[in-house]
């Protein structure tokens, strides 16, 4: 198993165009994180999935993000209309889910957005 | 709502000084503590994993403990080496409905030189 994956390493976009990232979890792991991180900073939660279910969705996750998780498997994380305040590092994570022992979260080298 | 902060920002040591990071916490109702390390450009590891009710973890050359009345947790490297060098996070997870979601701290950049 190589890990959680993320596709693109980098994207670099102009203000108004419209961006997904992919994010590949570990296989058997029925959970999935998204966290966005500015420079300097922690990560912040944006949502999660059970299996194909979202379960929470943060208050920073405007109408203009989008996630999905089909079959359990891969996620997505659209943004539209990008603007610059959306360049971050946009992080993924996986767990095996709930329970002692399972709830350990492994994260992948996250999608680098640069809105210009 | 959580709020975690970790002192100091920044921290720079000789190869070889045992050293402490500090992380608190607002909300001491959490399920379980976390620490991470995030090497430049590079996504998260986690180091140690510590349960509510638990008071301490150890790993090799790190400890990490957990006083969860008074809102504070502590990682302990001893006999540092270049290579620890990188930010280090601690993040908690309140559990409950909120099971899963972590709320982190803005890390403690480390940097050890020879």
Redesign the interface.
Known sequence: DTGVSQNPRHKITKRGQNVTFRCDPISEHNRLYWYRQTLGQGPEFLTYFQNEAQLEKSRLLSDRFSAERPKGSFSTLEIQRTEQGDSAMYLCASSLGSGFGKNIQYFGAGTRLSVL | KQE?TQIPAALSVPEGENLVLNCSFTDSAIY?L?W?RQDP??????LL?I?SSQREQTSGRLNASLDKSSGRSTLYIAASQPGDSATY?C?V?AGGT??????????TILTVHP
């Open positions: 975690v379980n976390q991470f450009g590079k996504g998260l590891t986690s994993l349960q996070l993040a997870d909120s099971y899963g979601k972590l709320t982190f701290g803005q890390g």
